[in-house]
């Protein structure tokens, strides 16, 4: 009898070390992953890794069309080797993909004298009809409540996406193309983006200034990337 | 008695189970792995990182522009930024088709984190922020901003040999005090004095010493601060890129100092799961504000990423007799960028989160990767744990006496299963749900209706008659 109390209890234990093994979960986390690329990556990285993973290999010099939008009275001009010339109300230009662009935005209403320098980072491409590229260039909208944003110290991403045609939602276009959709700060706007459609451009507001040294000033205009000005057809 | 074998039989069969499973191994067995520490040593006690332990791989040629953070002064030097510029004037001349517009160029104008996905020991440079680089494949490689990429083209951004990545600091209260730093790497308070609200961009990974006069209702009162600059890191990257960092001090901080205090404040990027859905932006900590105990620092890098730490104290950092607190032995992080301010020491704060080889490093330059072998980490295969015979190790004891000691024995008595590495790997691969696609076209009908016929469209009849064939 003795015997078998001391074997029962060998199996015993043992069932027991069974159900202290580890179970994965409990290390491991919550399913769903990290996603590789994330919407407040620094500027210019989606856009890379994007590239250099072989999404997407567009002509060595394709300028995509994008066109700019802003509050009534905002102007936007694109640097031109540091330098930034009078500003645009609707400014179109063609934007080489996987390039960082600097531009500065002026005439905020109601904030005179103030100045905003966000970033275009071109991550992919449109393939509009042959010819019309410049009739169908990529819409950039900042609104008002996003300027005000940024000038009160805030980093706005904004993630332009190309809606997937088979799951696109039925949303009324504002005066200025597409409405944007809210995000709020725990989600990560690249990802909605990726969920609803093909990310081709990130813009990012904040209320950084130029800076005054020399040395600085091609960091902060990303390596003066080439672009190309899109003249519209006077009416 | 039948009975009373069959339970033996029963019990031999369990205590055969048991035996089994413990000979064959099949009892589950909770893994314990070495620390994390121990895993980047190839072996007890011998220094340098282990075999099979690598960095990060290289994403490529796409991600060639590693920063070459070198220590400002060379970068900068002068004669070597024209020699540079020259050349690539010159390369642009040659080929101006690809020096303007090429799509090499976009291998110049990349972000300072792609450099840390290139290389992944490198800290300084890995954390560079957001600037663009010159080319160059590592932090160490100097030189001229020109180089061949493998697919040809000139990678030449704007004839600069180097970059320092920058952090802009906004000094927003109280409004009219006057903010000096050191401007020219003299120790001193040289510059011109920012008039609060004022930014200015400071150079990332640098402790600066700070001084405040003209403070707004409190005449006579001088302070010298110290702000720490974090490296940029992936998670504040962009935020640096388009933000300036808001250092603010407030009448409470002021009192706070003036009575006696220290105060010091962290000035963070929260994660996003510490942002609330209408707070956005940055967070601040400071310590007279925390519950007593609680570091703030180490509050703030659970909470986020650190951008700056503001310390603030009472001491007369200018008093005649003083060693201007460590100021004058400025020099360690090279003189300074012209308009930049001048560090008085790197940052204590690595930037990249944490946990790296190079973390809370204070004396290794910014600019050396993790851990060089005899540099900064002992001798590649020296033994640096203390041995009782031979040398390196504890002087023998009593001390005076000659070497007694013949013979030193350590059992290692540790449980030890390491498995040999495995040779064939199989991995099954199914997707959830299945591909189904639709059977391909096999048989195509096409009936055409004309509802209204109109004229006949049949063959004219002059072209119904035989042709002559040439």
């Known amino acids: ?235 | 008695m039948t009975g009373e074998k069959m339970k033996r039989i029963v019990t031999h069969l369990a205590l055969t189970a048991t035996t089994a499973f413990i000979a064959s191994g099949c009892v589950p067995v909770r893994h314990n792995m070495p620390p994390e520490q121990r895993m980047m040593q190839p072996g007890p006690g011998v220094g340098g990182p282990g075999p099979g332990v690598l960095g990060p791989s290289s994403y490529g040629p796409m991600m060639g522009a590693a920063e070459k953070a070198d220590s400002a002064g060379q970068a900068l030097a002068s004669s070597e930024q024209e020699k540079s510029k020259s050349t690539g004037d010159k390369l642009a001349g040659d080929n101006p088709a690809i020096a303007q517009v090429g799509y090499d160029q976009v291998d110049v104008q990349t972000a300072g984190f792609r450099a840390m996905l290139q290389d992944g020991g490198a800290a300084d440079c890995n954390c560079g922020g957001h600037g663009t680089a010159g080319a160059g494949s590592s932090c160490l490689t100097g030189g001229g901003g020109q180089s061949i990429p493998p697919g040809g083209g000139v990678m030449m951004a704007s004839g600069m040999p180097g970059m320092v990545s920058t952090a802009q600091v906004t000094f927003g209260t109280p409004d009219g005090m006057h903010v000096r730093y050191d401007a020219t790497g003299a120790g001193m308070f040289d510059s011109e004095p920012l008039v609060v609200p004022a930014r200015q961009n400071f150079p990332q990974g640098g402790l600066y010493r700070l001084k405040l006069t003209n403070i707004p209702s409190r005449p006579g009162v001088e302070l010298y601060p110290t702000v720490e600059l974090a490296y940029a890191n992936p998670r504040t990257g962009a935020y640096l890129a388009h933000n300036s960092v808001p250092l603010q001090f407030s009448e409470e901080d002021f009192d706070q100092v003036l009575t006696g205090n220290f105060v010091t404040k962290v000035i963070y990027l929260p994660d996003p799961e510490f942002q609330g859905p209408a707070i956005a932006g940055i967070d601040t900590l400071v310590s007279t504000r925390l519950d007593p105990g609680i570091d703030p620092i180490v509050e703030a890098d659970r909470r986020g990423s650190i951008l700056a730490i503001i310390r603030l104290g009472d001491k007369d950092i200018e008093m005649a007799g003083g060693n201007l607190g460590g100021i004058a032995s400025s020099g360690m992080m090279g003189p300074p960028i012209t308009g930049l301010p001048s560090p008085f020491a790197p940052a204590m704060t690595d930037g990249c989160g944490g946990g790296g080889p190079n973390a809370g490093k204070v004396g290794a330059p910014p600019n050396l990767p993790g851990m060089v072998a005899g540099v900064n980490a002992p001798q590649y295969g020296m033994p640096y744990t203390g041995t009782p015979i031979g040398l390196p190790g504890p002087p023998h004891i009593p001390l005076g006496s000659p070497a007694g000691l013949k013979s030193h024995t350590i059992r290692n008595h540790t449980a030890m299963h390491m498995p040999q590495p495995v040779e064939n790997v199989k991995i099954d691969v199914r997707q959830q749900p299945g591909m189904s696609y639709p059977n391909p076209v096999s048989r195509i009908k096409v009936t055409e209706q004309n509802i209204h016929p109109g004229v006949p469209n049949a063959r004219p009849l002059y072209d119904q008659q035989s042709q002559r064939v040439y």
């Open chain 1, 1 to 235: 009898m003795s015997r078998t109390s001391v074997l029962l209890l060998l199996v015993i234990s043992a069932a027991a070390s069974i159900t202290q093994a580890a179970d994965p979960r409990e290390i491991l986390g919550a399913p769903g992953g990290h996603a590789l690329l994330t919407g407040d990556m620094p500027a210019g990285v989606v856009a890379a890794t994007r590239q250099s993973m072989g999404y997407q290999q567009p002509p060595p010099t394709y300028y995509q069309p994008v066109e700019f939008h802003g509050p009534e009275g905002v102007r936007f001009s694109l640097a031109q080797y540091g330098s930034f010339e009078e500003g645009e109300s609707n400014l179109m230009a063609g934007l080489m993909i996987g390039q960082v662009y600097r531009f500065r935005v002026t005439g905020i209403p109601q904030q005179a004298g103030a100045e905003l320098y966000p970033t275009i980072e071109m991550v992919d491409r449109t393939y509009p009809p042959p010819g019309l590229a410049t009739s169908y260039p990529i819409p950039i909208n900042l609104d008002q409540n996003d300027l005000i944003a940024a000038l009160e110290g805030r980093l706005v991403t904004r993630v332009i996406y190309l809606e997937d045609p088979q799951t696109a939602t039925p949303l009324p276009e504002g005066p200025n193309g597409p409405a944007a959709i809210d995000v709020p700060e725990y989600q990560d706007p690249l990802e909605i983006a990726d969920l609803r459609g093909r990310t081709v451009a990130i813009l990012r507001i904040g209320s950084l200034a130029p800076p005054r040294a020399e040395v600085l000033q091609s960091q902060f205009f990303f390596g003066h990337p080439s672009w190309a000005p899109i003249f519209k057809p006077q009416p």
